[in-house]
């Protein structure tokens, strides 16, 4: 799980992109080169506001800030000298308050506007200082940013995966890419030897409350895909509470001597439900859950365990039927790893965990309570081979009411790529497609469903 050191440096780096690229957003300039010049600021400028957007949670397209800062630095240029620097000043100021108006998750108005101001000032600072140097200097300016976006571009990770295939499939979703900076949302403290997080949405009367299940990465609830499945919550309405596996994130691991039963990831979700539904903690009535990959699992043994109780719909996005190909090495050393697990907990038990709670969504689907709530199944275009295999199966084990939901052009990591900016791998900075989260939105919420193909 990313901590506050973490998300503070990982912020700091957004904020120092946003300097360099409006550093090099020249607003005055002579012939032959102003055209030019004007073209490639501009360009420079829509990539600082994206930067902007990734600090304040304003997740905006790459072509729309793109746009936003050609239009912004032809204004700034189409006036008369006298009044370049209030234009500046004003078309700075407008840019990033615009990010309100096309970001695709709720933003919140108040920290957008003093971002907007500070983003201006700086601007203003910058000019000043662009205008003493010398025409060679300038030019150096305009080539920093170009270097900048080639280091970042080779840290790009997730490609093997998917990345190919989805570029193949759907090459612009590239310019639809915004540049997010991880925040899970504020610690939700609920017992000692339990990590969750929780994020309101800006939305003055939200849908409910989303328990948010994550998949098999060590960032628990601030990988990519957690934070794709977050933004879509939030632009559906919802609150949402994201809860770390046990040893993954900031749930802890359970002593290597405890006994298997330690190691139930329901204990925790299930402690998010009694607090969501405790007085005075829902800011709508009933919450549902949302699950990816392997927290699919864990969303149907919660489901069998309370009986459905409290819980007023489950999302499981990827799901599948989990046969390890190598389940006595492969997937031990695997469980070891995730977890970052030092010697030296006993096979037994290892396999004991895997069994009861990780190894049987089939099992958990055909235990179901008979009157459960809705089960909404969301199936991914571009798939791993082995998920789309058994996807079908689990489906069928479920039993009504369901519906399934095919997300076509989205990968099983909703179309997010990650920049790590360090050896350790320590958490950077997110692209996410908006689209996926636009589309994965829709899913979440009844009057969209039709338009992704969600049927009983």
């Keep these: 799980m990313i901590n506050r050191h973490h998300q503070a440096l990982t912020e700091f780096l957004a904020a120092v992109l946003v300097m360099v690229f409006r550093s090099a957003s020249l607003r005055t300039t002579r012939p ?3 055209v030019g010049v004007q073209l490639l600021s501009g360009v420079w400028l829509g990539v600082a506001i994206w930067c902007v957007g990734a600090l304040v949670q304003a997740w905006a397209p790459l072509w729309e800030v793109l746009l936003l800062g050609l239009a912004s630095s032809a204004f700034a240029a189409a006036l008369p000298a006298k009044m370049s620097a209030p234009a500046r000043a004003a078309a700075d100021f407008v840019a990033v308050a615009a990010l309100s108006l096309i970001s695709v998750i709720p933003v919140s108005i108040a920290k957008l506007f003093a971002s907007a101001a500070v983003f201006t000032a700086a601007g203003f ?37 998917f990345g190919w295939r989805l570029f193949a499939r759907e090459p612009q979703f590239l310019l639809r890419l915004a540049l997010v900076a991880p925040n899970p949302g504020s610690r939700l403290h609920l017992e000692s030897d339990c990590g969750a997080w929780i994020l309101r949405t800006p939305i003055h009367t939200p849908q409910g409350t989303a328990i948010l299940l994550h998949g098999n990465d060590p960032l628990a609830s601030s990988q990519p895909a957690a934070l794709a499945l977050q933004g879509a919550l939030m632009r559906a309405g919802y609150d949402v509470v994201s809860v770390d596996h046990p040893g993954y994130g900031a749930t802890p691991l359970p002593n290597a001597n405890a006994d298997w039963k330690a190691w139930n990831p329901t204990i925790c979700p299930a402690r998010a439900l009694s607090y969501l539904h405790s007085a005075g903690n829902a800011r709508a009535p009933g919450a549902i859950v949302v699950a990816h990959s392997m927290g ?7 489901m069998v365990e309370r009986r459905g109780a409290d819980i007023r719909a ?10 390890p190909r190598d389940p006595e090495v492969g997937w031990i050393r695997e469980f070891l790893q995730q977890r970052g697990m030092p010697c030296c907990m006993s096979l037994q038990t290892i396999r004991r965990v895997r069994d009861q709670f990780y190894s049987g969504a089939d099992r958990f689907a055909l235990a179901l309570p008979p009157d459960h709530p809705v ?4 199936r991914f275009g571009i798939e791993y081979d082995d998920v789309a295999r058994t996807r079908e199966v689990l489906y069928a084990d479920l039993s009504a009411p369901k519906k399934v939901c095919d997300l076509s052009a989205v990968t099983h990591y909703f179309n997010t790529l990650s920049l790590r900016f360090n050896p350790f791998l320590l ?9 996926a989260v636009k589309l994965t939105a829709e899913s979440l919420s009844a009057a969209g469903q039709a338009g992704n193909a969600c049927r009983e």
């Design 32 to 34: 032959p080169f102003q």
């Design 125 to 161: 600072a910058l000019d000043k200082l662009t205008e003493r140097m010398s025409p060679l200097g300038r030019r150096r300016l305009l080539a920093l940013p170009a270097v900048v976006l080639v280091l970042f571009g080779i840290t790009v990770t997730q490609v093997k995966d």
């Design 296 to 302: 699919v699992d864990v969303a149907l043994s919660l």
């Design 314 to 323: 489950e999302y499981l996005f990827g799901g599948s039927i989990d046969r």
């Design 375 to 378: 089960i909404h199944f969301v």
């Design 427 to 435: 958490p950077g900075l997110v692209l996410i497609d908006t689209v």
